[in-house]
């Protein structure tokens, strides 16, 4: 501490200036993200959707705002203590030789705080480790949008799928319609057989009506994932059927450590550690070191003075604070442990799910759905033949129709599967083939 009486230098003037002028504040200026993404009609592939969450998801954005204040942070811890001025004027307006200023002693001093046991590196060990726990944080909010992002591209696609199959049995019902009046008015069949027909493609625009709503509600849902609330592209390009081989459990298994969950929580852990050096490290005792000058109005004379101050720890030593930080990096170990036995769970069975989907969807696409479409054409021929009757026909229809819905379940279902089990591992399963 400095301690000058009385008449202040000019010096000090410029000191005190420099210390209250705003000079040592950083001019910080943060960049605004920019939202919303106009397609103008043009279809989306998976990529750009997922490209456009990544750069638009509000989620994403809010994580990544976490990030950079936590650099303020680093910023902060590695700043030293300010100094303090102190002016004091004592022995004035009192009573015999103290009356007025004619006694008066004014001392103005200089103190500054001296960190002892490594506090500020260890404090920024500690801030560096918290912000690069946000960028896993981040990475994990990033992990979460893309898999959203993935699962609302499939379900569009899904969902263009089922309308376009549902149309195709619209279609089949009007040919059925047409077939089927056609041999009413020959005399062939009875007129009861056109009622069932017209009955059949009234349920089959129904089934259109609700797929095209469908449709409608995963566009919308897509859109959201980058903060989008009107949907401006026109159709999700891409392919629900294509199926990969699938790798044995164990090799997923070894990949969990890539999930950001678990990658986090070692992080999470040396953070810890760092508090509890930290907290360590605050029980020590700081030095205060003083400095400055005493003016005598009495003798008109100045001199300097000169401290030092310490304190002692006997009832706190930061004893409590210690104890705390301990026991959570106890937490964060069982913590992290947690979660890895948590993830290696999901990804068991997450992973029978996809293994079920994968051989269902390629057990119907290669034995069962060629048997069904060639019954339905021998059907359809048949009965505009005269050789099966309307119920043939129909089962035949339903069949196909059920065939295809169970064949794009299952792929979605696949696809699903899949998008889980890239989150769980933290990879993309394109890259293990």
């Not at 319609?177 to 009955?199: D, F, H, N, Y």
Request: hydrophobic letters at 45%.
């Amino acid at each position: 501490m400095y301690f000058i009486k009385n008449r202040f230098p000019a010096f000090f003037w410029v000191l005190l200036l420099l210390i209250f002028s705003g000079w040592f504040h950083p001019d910080i200026q943060a960049e605004v993200p920019s939202s919303g993404f106009d397609f103008g009609g043009n279809p989306v592939t998976l990529q750009k959707a997922i490209e456009l969450a990544i750069e638009h998801n509000p989620d994403l954005n809010a994580s990544r705002w976490e990030t950079r204040a936590m650099e303020g942070r680093v910023l902060q811890a590695g700043l030293l203590p300010n100094p303090e001025i102190e002016a004091e004027t004592e022995n004035f307006a009192g009573s015999g030789v103290f009356k007025g200023f004619d006694a008066a002693e004014t001392t103005v001093q200089l103190s500054q705080l001296i960190e002892l046991g490594g506090k500020r590196a260890k404090r920024s060990t500690h801030a560096v480790l918290g912000r690069d726990l946000a960028q896993w944080d981040y990475e994990v909010t990033r992990a979460d949008v893309v898999a959203r992002a993935r699962l609302a591209f499939m379900n569009v696609l899904f969902a263009q799928e089922r309308l376009a199959l549902m149309e195709k049995l619209l279609y089949l019902a009007d040919e059925v319609l047409q077939t089927t009046s056609e041999r009413v008015k020959a005399g062939k069949i009875s007129p009861v057989e056109a009622v069932k027909a017209e009955v059949d493609r009234s349920t089959s625009r129904i089934d259109v009506k609700h797929a095209r709503y469908d449709l409608k509600v995963a566009r919308r849902k897509l859109s959201g994932s980058w903060g989008g609330t009107t949907p401006t592209f026109g159709e999700a390009s891409g392919r629900l059927g294509l199926l990969l081989p699938i790798p044995s459990l164990e090799t997923l298994e070894g990949m969990v450590s890539r999930n950001p969950d678990v990658a986090r929580w070692a992080m999470a852990v040396e953070q810890h550690r760092a508090g509890v050096v930290l907290e360590e490290a605050r029980g020590i005792p700081d030095l205060t070191v003083s400095f400055g000058a005493k003016h005598h109005n009495e003798v008109d004379d100045t001199a300097f003075v000169m401290g030092v101050s310490i304190p002692i720890p006997i009832f706190d030593t930061n004893q409590g604070a210690t104890l705390e930080a301990r026991e959570r990096l106890s937490k964060s170990k069982e913590e992290s442990r947690a979660v890895w036995l948590r993830v290696v769970n999901n990804l068991a069975e997450t992973y029978q799910r996809l293994s079920s989907a994968h051989m269902e969807a390629t057990d119907l696409a290669q034995h069962v759905l060629p048997g069904a479409e060639e019954a339905f054409k021998a059907s359809e021929e048949g009965f505009r033949h005269g050789k099966f009757d309307y119920l043939n026909l129909l089962d035949a229809q339903r069949t196909l129709v059920s065939v295809n819905l169970r064949h794009i379940n299952a792929l979605f279902a696949y696809q699903e599967a899949r998008t889980r089990v890239e989150r769980l591992i933290g990879l993309d399963m394109n890259t293990l083939v």
